[in-house]
């Protein structure tokens, strides 16, 4: 440990209302610094069983080092089951003068029958921006650990494990993406989450915001839509064709 890690955090949604969405958890360290979580219901947005999650968490102590936001929206299979996803940003920056190494965790509360056969289809992208003049941003994967994977009970999938032994660098902005990645199996036991893993290493003065997004559905169709379910992504829309 490199010591007590101080956390501002400020979470929720807008128009918020009566009633909430699935939980969304946050969990993440970087560093070597004491790990951190935080979690979110969400507000109700216009269209019925959709969800908005918005929040922020930035480090204080003994300085500023770095600062995570999100805005997410979700929906609940309970409510809207054909049509369950999270999508839009994630914004990860990087406060100080030397490069750090972020994992994070995105997990939305997915409760689903018991031994299901998902098809999954996973797409990313992002921007990298560099917020000081002069110096050079940089984001790069762990060597071949995947930069972006996505997860089904907080289980990484093989197929849906994007950006490995990948880096970029710019001076300005540079915009990345990757080929689409999928997954399609069993889940043992009963369905509890959908969410996706981030791990990288972010140069100094650097800002990477994370998009695209991460969605399933139930193989073979079954004759009740409420078992269709939905996913977590993220990326610049706020709405997605089904």
Same mark, same amino acid.
């Given at each position: 440990?490199?010591? *007590?890690?101080?956390?501002? #955090?400020?979470?929720? +949604?807008?128009?918020?209302?009566?009633?909430?969405?699935?939980?969304?958890?946050?969990?993440?360290?970087?560093?070597?610094?004491?790990?951190?979580?935080?979690?979110?219901?969400?507000?109700?947005?216009?269209?019925?069983? &959709?969800?908005?999650? %918005?929040?922020?968490?930035?480090?204080?102590?003994?300085?500023?080092?770095?600062? %995570?936001?999100?805005?997410?929206?979700?929906?609940?299979?309970?409510?809207?089951?054909?049509?369950?996803?999270?999508?839009?940003?994630?914004?990860?920056?990087?406060?100080?003068?030397?490069?750090?190494?972020?994992? %994070?965790?995105?997990?939305?509360?997915?409760?689903?029958?018991?031994?299901? *056969?998902?098809?999954?289809? #996973?797409?990313? +992208?992002?921007?990298?921006?560099?917020?000081?003049?002069?110096?050079?941003?940089?984001?790069?994967?762990?060597?071949?650990?995947?930069?972006?994977?996505? =997860?089904?009970?907080?289980?990484? &999938?093989?197929?849906?494990?994007?950006? @490995?032994?990948? @880096?970029?660098? *710019? #001076?300005?902005? *540079?915009?990345?993406?990757?080929?689409?990645?999928?997954?399609?199996?069993?889940?043992?036991?009963?369905?509890?989450?959908?969410?996706? &893993?981030? =791990?990288?290493?972010?140069?100094?003065?650097?800002?990477?915001?994370?998009?695209?997004?991460?969605?399933?559905?139930?193989?073979?169709?079954?004759?009740?839509?409420?078992?269709?379910?939905?996913?977590? +992504?993220?990326?610049?829309?706020?709405? &997605?064709?089904?």
């Amino acid at each position: 440990m490199k010591g *007590t890690l101080c956390i501002l #955090a400020v979470t929720g +949604g807008i128009a918020a209302s009566a009633t909430a969405g699935p939980l969304l958890t946050i969990n993440g360290s970087v560093g070597g610094y004491a790990p951190f979580t935080t979690t979110s219901n969400g507000a109700s947005t216009a269209t019925a069983g &959709r969800y908005s999650y %918005i929040g922020g968490m930035v480090s204080t102590f003994p300085n500023p080092s770095w600062a %995570i936001s999100w805005d997410l929206v979700g929906d609940d299979t309970a409510v809207n089951s054909s049509s369950t996803f999270i999508t839009n940003g994630f914004r990860v920056q990087n406060l100080t003068g030397a490069s750090q190494t972020f994992d %994070i965790t995105v997990a939305l509360a997915s409760p689903g029958a018991s031994n299901l *056969t998902l098809d999954c289809l #996973a797409v990313l +992208g992002g921007t990298l921006t560099s917020d000081a003049s002069g110096s050079t941003a940089t984001v790069a994967s762990l060597g071949a650990t995947p930069m972006w994977s996505g =997860q089904v009970n907080g289980i990484s &999938r093989s197929g849906a494990e994007l950006l @490995s032994n990948a @880096s970029y660098s *710019t #001076a300005t902005t *540079t915009n990345f993406s990757s080929p689409n990645g999928s997954w399609t199996g069993l889940v043992s036991g009963p369905l509890t989450s959908i969410g996706y &893993r981030m =791990q990288f290493t972010l140069g100094a003065k650097s800002t990477v915001l994370f998009s695209g997004f991460w969605d399933g559905a139930v193989v073979p169709a079954p004759s009740s839509a409420a078992l269709l379910l939905g996913a977590l +992504g993220f990326g610049h829309r706020r709405r &997605r064709t089904n």
